[in-house]
């Protein structure tokens, strides 16, 4: 298998502009959630995915943080416009969850640098 | 504040030694979950311990949980460079790992 797949792994913008993260999960796996890690606050929670459907976006930090998954297999972190506080190394993982599994599978991230 | 606290912070110790990392938390829990992150790369998961178990091994790894006190302990035995990393404890509340809270994480350094 190969894994929660993440791109790009480096992104550097300038401010204002748009930035899309895509990731696509283990196949098979029924939940995606997106993490962003920073030196400052750590690893957090920014929005989880079940069967497709957004379930808890309150890890959200405002309105130009946007999130999608259009099906199964490809998820979408969009952020619009940048700001230089948002960079910070941006994971996606995947699990079963349930019974079947409840250890996450994290992909190797991407490093976003805002300008 | 987080559900997990690791400490300490930062650990460095000798190949062959044994390390140690504590989590502390919060609320009750179904499970906790222990991670790895080298530097550079995304969080692999080393091994979870439900909260009706009291200690479980895989490899080198000891897992103790003390759900009275909150709190849970990673031993690392026999410890080696390659062990170098970042050691989270995840904390799943609802048991379905679908929401798991990382603590802050335990820096270790093993020098050769």
């Known amino acids: 298998d190969a894994g929660v797949i993440q791109s790009p792994r480096h992104e550097v913008t300038e401010m204002g502009q748009e930035v899309t993260l895509r990731c696509k999960p283990i196949?098979?796996?029924?939940?995606l959630f997106w993490y962003r890690q920073t030196m400052m606050r750590g690893l957090e929670l920014l929005i989880y995915?079940?069967?497709?459907?957004?379930?808890?976006d309150s890890g959200m930090p405002e309105d130009r943080f946007s999130a999608k998954m259009p099906n199964a297999s490809f998820s979408t972190l969009k952020i619009q416009p940048s700001e230089p506080r948002d960079s910070a190394v941006y994971f996606c993982?995947?699990?079963?969850?349930?019974?079947?599994?409840?250890?996450?599978?994290f992909g190797p991230g991407t490093r976003l640098t805002v300008l | 504040s987080q559900q997990g606290e690791e400490d300490p912070q930062a650990l460095s110790i000798q190949e062959g030694e044994n390390a140690t990392m504590n989590c502390s938390y919060k609320?009750?829990?179904?499970?906790l979950q222990w991670y790895r992150q080298n530097s550079g790369r995304g969080l692999v998961h080393l091994i979870l311990?439900?909260?009706?178990?009291r200690e479980k091994h895989s490899g080198r790894l000891r897992v103790t949980l003390d759900t009275s006190k909150k709190s849970s302990s990673l031993l690392i035995t026999a410890s080696r460079a390659a062990d170098t990393a970042s050691y989270f404890c995840?904390?799943?509340?609802?048991?379905?790992?679908?929401?798991?809270?990382f603590g802050s994480g335990t820096q270790l350094t093993v020098l050769p």
């Open positions: 993982a995947s699990t079963k969850g349930g019974l079947a599994g409840r250890e996450q599978f």
């Open positions: 196949s098979g796996h029924n939940s």
């Open positions: 995915f079940n069967n497709n459907v957004p379930i808890d």
């Open positions: 609320t009750s829990i179904n499970n």
């Open positions: 311990i439900r909260s009706n178990e």
């Open positions: 995840a904390t799943d509340v609802g048991g379905d790992g679908r929401q798991l809270t």
